[in-house]
């Protein structure tokens, strides 16, 4: 039997944004979003947990430094940090900004700092409902 | 397949030093940071435990809660309040990471439990706050 071991780091960051389709009309928006839609934009205090899955270094006893995963995650996460995602992050222009596609983003800008150790993220929008993005061999 | 799990939640405190001997003071504090605080430091641990197993058809358990707090906790003792790096014998080669804890809590525990029939450890997690925790799982294979 061999053992996995995996260590998760916790952040926080708080955004706006506003759930709109440019596809579809205000009120098709308006009936698909509901609140989500409010024309002025709303915001959550996202909670993000990132995982990292590999062989604990024998040296060190650890799977990564901390510095490292820590260095990653401010990297991403600070330039979503008390912003409007839909108006101030490029990638939120052309993706609506629910926790599907931020968590689909977030994985994409990790990746290019942790590479293959990058296991698992979950994003908690709110403390009631999180998405969630795993590695799967 | 379906799989039932059954998980407790456990807590205990203890200190810790991130040092390796082999090391100059530079590199030890270059790589384990506030880690190597020289009287150690604390926590407040929390640890989940995950039992999966059959459903005995009498009782509706895979195991009795009481048990696995009695087995756990015997376990803990050794771990509570204590300076893990010399009060416990498990880090004498081996720095006590959240990692290195979490893989001997998951040793010791399973040695418990796998002498019991039809249940298994199916996971662990110990958090040492509240924002870092570590897993430790079955493998597939």
């Given at each position: 039997m061999k053992l996995q071991v995996s260590l998760s780091r916790v952040y926080r960051f708080s955004a706006a944004h506003r759930l709109h389709a440019p596809q579809m009309d205000d009120e098709g928006n308006a009936r698909l979003y509901d609140k989500c839609n409010n024309l002025n934009g709303h915001g959550h205090d996202y909670t993000l947990e990132i995982t990292i899955r590999g062989r604990i270094d024998q040296e060190?006893?650890?799977i990564i430094p901390l510095q490292d995963i820590?260095?990653?995650?401010?990297?991403v996460i600070d330039p979503l940090d008390h912003k409007h995602l839909d108006m101030e992050v490029g990638y939120f222009r052309t993706h609506r900004s629910t926790g599907e596609e931020i968590v689909q983003y977030l994985w994409d800008q990790l990746q290019n700092f942790l590479g293959d150790k990058l296991f698992k993220i979950k994003l908690w929008e709110t403390n009631n409902n999180y998405f969630e993005l795993e590695r799967k061999s | 397949m379906k799989q039932v799990t059954?998980?407790?939640?456990?807590?205990?405190?203890?200190?810790?030093?991130?040092?390796?001997?082999?090391?100059?003071?530079?590199?030890?504090?270059?790589?384990?940071?506030?880690?190597?605080?020289?009287?150690?430091?604390?926590?407040?641990?929390?640890?989940?435990?995950?039992?999966?197993?059959?459903?005995?058809?009498?009782?509706?358990?895979?195991?009795?809660?009481?048990?696995l707090k009695e087995i756990v906790n015997k376990i803990?003792?050794?771990?509570?309040?204590?300076?893990?790096?010399?009060?416990?014998?498990?880090?004498?080669?081996?720095?006590?990471?959240?990692?290195?804890?979490?893989?001997?809590?998951?040793?010791?525990?399973?040695?418990?439990?796998?002498?019991?029939?039809?249940?298994?450890?199916?996971?662990?997690?110990?958090?040492?706050?509240?924002?870092?925790?570590?897993?430790?799982?079955?493998?597939?294979?």
């Amino acid at each position: 039997m061999k053992l996995q071991v995996s260590l998760s780091r916790v952040y926080r960051f708080s955004a706006a944004h506003r759930l709109h389709a440019p596809q579809m009309d205000d009120e098709g928006n308006a009936r698909l979003y509901d609140k989500c839609n409010n024309l002025n934009g709303h915001g959550h205090d996202y909670t993000l947990e990132i995982t990292i899955r590999g062989r604990i270094d024998q040296e060190t006893g650890m799977i990564i430094p901390l510095q490292d995963i820590d260095r990653a995650a401010h990297s991403v996460i600070d330039p979503l940090d008390h912003k409007h995602l839909d108006m101030e992050v490029g990638y939120f222009r052309t993706h609506r900004s629910t926790g599907e596609e931020i968590v689909q983003y977030l994985w994409d800008q990790l990746q290019n700092f942790l590479g293959d150790k990058l296991f698992k993220i979950k994003l908690w929008e709110t403390n009631n409902n999180y998405f969630e993005l795993e590695r799967k061999s | 397949m379906k799989q039932v799990t059954i998980s407790k939640k456990f807590e205990f405190s203890a200190s810790h030093r991130y040092w390796k001997p082999d090391w100059s003071d530079e590199k030890n504090k270059q790589v384990f940071g506030l880690c190597t605080s020289p009287y150690g430091h604390g926590h407040n641990y929390e640890l989940h435990v995950t039992v999966s197993g059959t459903v005995d058809p009498v009782t509706g358990m895979i195991i009795n809660l009481s048990t696995l707090k009695e087995i756990v906790n015997k376990i803990i003792e050794r771990f509570d309040h204590k300076f893990l790096n010399l009060d416990t014998p498990y880090f004498k080669d081996r720095v006590p990471t959240t990692e290195n804890i979490a893989l001997v809590l998951f040793e010791l525990i399973d040695e418990r439990l796998s002498k019991r029939e039809n249940i298994k450890l199916q996971k662990i997690r110990l958090y040492e706050r509240h924002d870092l925790y570590v897993d430790v799982w079955r493998g597939e294979s």
